[in-house]
């Protein structure tokens, strides 16, 4: 059977080069005569693999030594507590930007454990922009700065760092690390789900600034504590094993692709030809404004919203699937992270354009 074209936010598309790899070692990985899935997590094999997808991330993302790199479970939902549970310390306020539903159901969870002084907020933009940089309102006694980078749902991607804060930026990256450079130095905190441009779902990069540790609250699970997970090789309990295997396949994959900075080009080249067919097109929209749109995830609609599920039943036949919006926007989103290659964006916009002048 042949591989569609799959525009999924997530779990998303994987490099097929992995998935082949993965599937002729399943049975027997590395001669062992067990699959990977099989062995200790405490095996030398094993543990060699978690070293390697550590090396891997520093390398590709150019993080400094003084960041620890972890590899965590609870999806990066769990983040939205562990964050103030490791960083608060004695403080009691956190600093957060409103972007889209992701960075609201951060500032929902947060607000059990601080007191949140919104810096700055879209929602009467319907989260279709993005906060001028320098009309940011911090204050001078957070923790931390909160922000989302990419809003996966809302198609909207920050242009710039949140920069210059009082206290240290945390960014959830979930779905657009390792799709472009950016200066991990800038950050005290940068954690992401791995399931959309780092493998498949089940663990969570965390990646943190030395000095931000030793604050955990000591009624916390210690699988979920940074300083002692970094100590510990991600292993305190047992990892999800299978997914690091991908992990470590597919941080390769993208060192042979030529690192962040060659998938950098290709992404950009991808974004740009799906938003210049809708933006010449009167017939799709897109409600994002121009600085503020997502390179990864590109919701867009159909002026005649009746033609919606009609798009998605061709679109599926003609080998492009997962198009459907998030359920709580509706219309379509075509996610469009490192995995899914320039061909699969120039078949979309084939098809987008042959179902306007059939339907338009
Ligand atoms: C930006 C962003 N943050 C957080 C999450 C929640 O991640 P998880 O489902 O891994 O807990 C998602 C999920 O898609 C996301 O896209």
């Known amino acids: 059977m042949e ?5 999924c936010a997530g779990p998303s598309t994987l490099p097929e080069a992995v998935l082949r790899q993965a599937q002729a070692e399943l049975l027997n990985w590395h001669g062992l005569g067990a699959s990977v899935m099989e062995i200790s997590h405490r095996s030398k094999d094993f543990e060699a693999i978690v070293t390697q997808c ?12 003084n960041y620890k790199v972890i590899f965590l479970q609870g999806g990066a939902y769990a983040q939205f507590s562990m964050i103030p549970l490791n960083l608060l310390g004695n403080n009691t306020r956190i600093d957060m930007i409103e972007t889209g539903v992701w960075s609201s159901k951060a500032i929902g969870a947060m607000k059990r454990y601080a007191d949140i002084n919104i810096a700055a907020s879209t929602k009467d933009t319907k989260f279709t ?7 940011l ?15 996966t749902i809302n198609g909207v991607e920050f242009n710039y760092i949140v920069d210059n804060t009082p206290s240290p930026v945390v960014a959830d990256m979930s779905s657009n690390i ?27 990069l965390v990646i943190v600034r030395d000095d931000l540790l030793g604050k955990a609250d000591s009624k916390m699970s210690d699988v979920f504590n ?25 941080l390769t994959w993208l060192q042979n692709q030529g690192g962040v900075a060659a998938i950098e080009q290709v992404n950009n080249a991808k974004a740009t030809m799906l938003y210049d067919l809708i933006d010449k097109s009167e017939f799709y929209n897109n409600p994002v404004a121009v600085n503020a ?15 919606d599920p009609i798009f998605l039943a061709k679109a599926k036949e003609q080998g492009l699937i997962n198009l459907e919006g998030h359920r709580s926007v509706g219309g379509m989103r075509a996610s469009i992270y490192n995995a899914l290659p320039l061909e699969g964006v120039k078949a979309l916009c084939e098809f987008m354009s042959d179902f306007e002048k059939q339907y338009g």
């Open 3 to 7: 591989r569609n074209y799959n525009f």
């Open 54 to 65: 550590e090396q891997k991330m520093r390398s590709l993302l150019n993080i400094p030594e």
């Open 129 to 135: 922009t993005l906060p001028e940089a320098n009309a």
């Open 137 to 151: 309102n911090f204050s001078e006694d957070s923790a931390f700065v909160h922000y989302c980078d990419n809003e």
């Open 178 to 204: 390792l799709s472009r450079e950016f200066d991990v130095s800038k950050f005290g905190v940068i954690y992401a789900g791995a399931q959309k441009n780092i493998g498949p779902s089940g663990v969570t």
């Open 226 to 250: 940074y300083e002692l997970q970094s100590k510990n090789l991600s292993m305190i309990n047992t990892p999800p094993t299978f997914s690091l295997y991908m992990i470590d396949l597919v």
């Open 293 to 307: 749109r997502s390179r990864m995830n590109v919701p867009f609609t159909i002026v005649n919203s009746e033609l």
